[in-house]
């Protein structure tokens, strides 16, 4: 690793808390020294020293169109010519709000925010309104942000009361939150058959991008619809990782399901900070000004998120856009799969769209992992070799073994040979 690297690594540790401003870029999960980038462009970053990588990891999922997108830069700077902030309506929030609710069909009304985390935030406040219930549920190894109520793990029971998982996080907000393993329909029984009357709210990534990626099984989701139904529960879809990312309609529309209310994430801004919450007319009219439960904020809905997104969403809404992604990611895959193979490296993967995860499985193991515990029991000494073998081959992946990969239009045939040739050297590294 550079020498220049080192020395801004050192220089952040000076005046911001571990020299990062969000955990994982400080490389703790991998090991080493984070690479600082300087400047993006189509499927490639570039660090400081302006060496090349090809990105997979397009600031964590936003960056469908590659960097830099001519299209939605002459977007930003014609919107900031005009003006960066207003703390007023602009006709282009209403734009974003059609565009959405026109493609997902579950969303009737859609609250702009600033990042995902105000929108799981906001989303469990409104059915916690909605319902005058006050328990939650969410599922191990999902993330929905950085909120009091969500930083909680299960307890020592399966079905027990949640223990914090921060510091700063009081018990009593964690004693409301119940927190379930993921992909398990019986275990979703078993919860509203003892609280049903008492729950708010469930939340849950309906594919999971924070232990990885985990594809769940159609019973999960359709257990889940079914009890929430039942016993009058709101279900949120987390989409912030999924939405307009695996298809244009979302998770919700890869497995059929209508959730209650679904929150996006900036991929809505083109990857700019945003979010957004929408769901049904009849819980969104409880939002403030036209309901009782509170939610606001000055650079919601901001000019250069907001036009950034509408020329996006030009070039997601063409014939084909998501096929051309699958087919690369696809590609990408077996590519990677079939040399893992070749060097006895125990790789299994998901994929869905243009979203994709590796997992090294232990000796023995043949199925790709279903939930929280099968992702940790994978070998995470595997994947930091991987990660540094492959970043310095010039290729970029998310620098944590809990974190999902991600395709974009801009990479290229010559990107995606060359990502599998590099995995192919560093297979036959590991495999010596």
């Known amino acids: 690793m550079s020498t220049k690297n080192e020395q801004l690594f050192l220089q952040a540790k000076k005046h911001i808390p571990g020299g990062v401003n969000s955990p994982v ?39 469908i169109l590659g960097h830099a997108h001519p299209k939605v830069i002459e977007a930003v700077k014609q919107a900031a010519d005009d003006g960066l902030s207003f703390g007023a309506p602009t006709p282009f929030e209403t734009t974003i709000a059609d565009k959405i609710c026109e493609i997902v069909p579950s969303v009737e009304l859609v609250r702009m925010t600033n990042s995902g985390t105000e929108a799981t ?44 998982t921060s510091k700063g996080v009081p018990a009593d907000f964690a004693k409301h939150t119940i927190t379930l393993p993921y992909n398990n329909p019986d275990a979703i029984k078993e919860c509203f058959a003892k609280w049903g009357n008492e729950i708010a ?29 039942e016993h009058g529960a709101v279900l949120i879809f987390d989409e912030v990782m999924t939405g307009f990312r695996v298809g244009l309609g979302g998770a919700q529309a890869h497995f059929g399901i209508e959730p209650d209310l679904t929150c996006f994430g900036k991929i809505i801004g083109a990857g ?7 769901g049904k007319r009849e819980i969104m ?13 000055t650079l919601s809905g901001n000019p250069l998120a907001m036009r950034a997104g509408i020329a996006m969403f030009e070039d997601l809404t063409v014939d084909g856009f998501y096929d051309e992604l699958a087919s690369k990611v696809d590609y ?64 970029y992946l998310a620098p944590s073994a809990y974190e999902a990969a991600f395709m974009s239009s801009k990479h290229s045939q010559a990107d995606l040979d060359a990502t599998i040739k590099a995995a192919d050297a560093v297979f036959a590294q590991m495999a010596q």
């Open 332 to 395: 990408l895959i077996d590519g990677i799969q079939a040399a893992a193979d070749k060097h006895g490296i125990h790789l299994r993967s998901n994929k869905l769209g243009g979203m994709m995860g590796f997992f090294f499985v232990k000796d023995g193991d043949t199925a790709t992992p279903q939930n929280f515990d099968e992702v940790s029991d994978c070998d995470i000494d595997a994947f930091n070799t991987f990660f540094h073998g492959m970043l310095e081959r010039g290729i």
């Open 201 to 229: 709210c469930v939340i849950v990534e309906p594919i999971a991008g924070n232990m990885n990626m985990v594809i769940p099984t159609q019973e999960f989701h359709d257990t889940l619809r079914q009890q929430c139904s």
């Open 25 to 63: 870029r400080a490389f703790a999960g991998v090991g080493g020294t984070p690479v600082f980038i300087h400047k993006a462009s189509g499927s490639k970053i570039y660090d400081t020293e302006d060496n090349a990588y090809i990105d997979y990891v397009g600031s964590w999922g936003p960056m």
């Open 285 to 297: 009219q409880c939002i403030a000004p036209t309901g009782g439960v509170y939610q606001a904020g």
């Open 272 to 278: 700019l900070p945003v979010g957004a919450f929408g």
């Open 121 to 164: 935030m906001s989303a469990i406040r409104l059915a916690r309104g909605y319902t005058g219930r006050d328990k939650i549920v969410k599922f191990e190894g999902c993330y929905h942000g950085h909120s009091d109520s969500l930083l909680v793990k299960a307890g020592s029971g399966m079905l027990d009361i949640g223990e914090p």
